[in-house]
């Protein structure tokens, strides 16, 4: 038998406190294991900056985005939505490092498509979690 342990809003055998609903639930975990991905994608790319401050900067802002993902996930209500905001910019800043990067011909966008379309996912499941849809009144 393995042991899974349990979801960080949860005690063991109590409901769910979280305050957020099942499918946002699922984005969390789901927006996490892109934002895993793009951390992996984004090594290639910014080993081939030469210019280290904007290097310096995607480094930065994609570990940022990851690592707000995760304490986003472990938080409760403003503080949960805050660290989402914080990871969404982190996910644009990285971005707009990468079309730096593919500006000063230190990648080509062919090279970056992979990356830029996790980047664009990751953001787009951070907006969905701090302004989840709501079902319209009948």
């Not at 042991?3 to 960080?8: G, N, R, T, V």
């Not at 984005?27 to 934002?35: C, I």
């Amino acid at each position: 038998d393995s042991y899974a342990l349990p979801h960080p809003h949860r005690e063991l055998g109590k409901p769910d406190s979280s305050p957020v609903g099942v499918v946002e639930e699922a984005n969390m975990f789901e927006v996490q294991v892109v934002a895993r991905e793009m951390v992996k994608t984004v090594k290639p790319i910014m080993d081939r900056v030469k210019d280290a401050e904007v290097k310096d900067q995607l480094r930065r802002a994609s570990v940022s985005v990851l690592l707000n993902i995760a304490e986003g996930n472990a938080r409760k209500g403003k503080d949960k939505l805050n660290r989402f905001a914080m990871a969404e910019g982190s996910a644009r800043e990285s971005v707009e490092a990468v079309w730096t990067a593919i500006g000063w011909g230190y990648v080509t966008e062919e090279e970056a498509a992979t990356l830029l379309s996790l980047l664009d996912r990751v953001i787009a499941m951070l907006v969905r979690l701090r302004f989840p849809r709501t079902k319209p009144s009948s």
